[in-house]
């Protein structure tokens, strides 16, 4: 299922949302234009749980700040770009528009580190660089489904020939997808350690980004507000 559309508008142009989505794509493209330097630049760069653990399970290694920061900016393909710049364009502006620019740009960045860690926390011995800024768009999720629980999503319905489309209720569309998550991420520890060394999806990224969202949310100011006429759409 691809969520093409949400039916809350936003009031004002979502300026930092937009920026976001133009940043990743500017590192993406620089990504593809380093060729065979690519792997030993993530190595370098990127998130990587066995160094903040110091290689040994416990904690102690470098906190890397500056590399999760940057692992959020970098992808490993066109899909996994194009699927987290698609969930973020849809349901970043509205986060955005309640929170403000400001404290929007904040939470992205908190959700993000906090994704991070969860990630590394859960995958302490993993030598694979983390990338993708999916924990923070994670977080926007958490916080959507706190902020409009009554928000319905158009979404893409696909089986093989047959395309439909349907408009889902965020009530069941954005914990669906967190039970998934949750489901593979309790999987994924049972792994042995040469399978986590193979890399995958960060489950657990989008597991402490999703329970982050509204915590920081929260923490930032953010809260629902009573039923109010529409906004008027910014564009």
């Known amino acids: 299922m691809i969520p093409l559309r949400d039916d809350q508008p936003s009031s004002a142009a979502p300026v930092v949302t937009i920026a976001l989505i133009v940043v ?27 160094k903040l653990f110091g290689g ?8 890397q ?4 920061l940057l692992s959020m900016f970098l ?19 509205n986060v955005e528009d309640r929170l403000g620019r400001v404290r ?12 991070a860690y969860a990630h590394g926390i859960a995958n302490p011995h993993s030598g694979m660089p983390a990338v993708g800024a999916s924990g923070a768009i994670a977080g926007v999720l958490g916080a959507y489904l ?13 089986l093989g020939f047959y395309v439909s489309t349907v408009a889902i209720p965020v009530i069941w569309y954005l914990p669906i997808w967190f039970l998934l998550q949750l489901i593979s991420g309790v999987a994924s520890i049972a792994r042995t350690s040469a399978e986590t060394q193979a890399g995958g999806v960060a489950f657990w990224a989008h597991i402490g980004g999703f329970v982050a969202g ?10 629902r507000q009573p039923p109010r006429p529409a906004p008027t759409p910014w564009a």
């Open 104 to 115: 929007f740009a904040i939470f992205y960045v908190l959700c993000g580190l906090i994704a």
């Open 146 to 158: 706190f902020l409009y629980p009554k928000a319905r999503v158009l979404t893409a319905v696909v």
């Open 75 to 93: 992808h490993g393909g066109w899909a996994h770009i194009g699927g987290n710049m698609l969930f973020l364009w849809i349901f970043g502006d």
């Open 56 to 63: 040994s399970g416990t904690p102690g290694g470098d906190l």
């Open 24 to 50: 990743n794509v500017l590192f993406f493209l620089y990504e593809l234009l380093l060729g065979e330097r690519l792997e030993p630049f993530l190595m370098q760069a990127a998130f990587v749980p066995a």
């Open 214 to 223: 509204p915590l920081v949310l929260l923490l930032l100011g953010g809260r």
């Open 65 to 68: 700040v500056d590399n999760a």
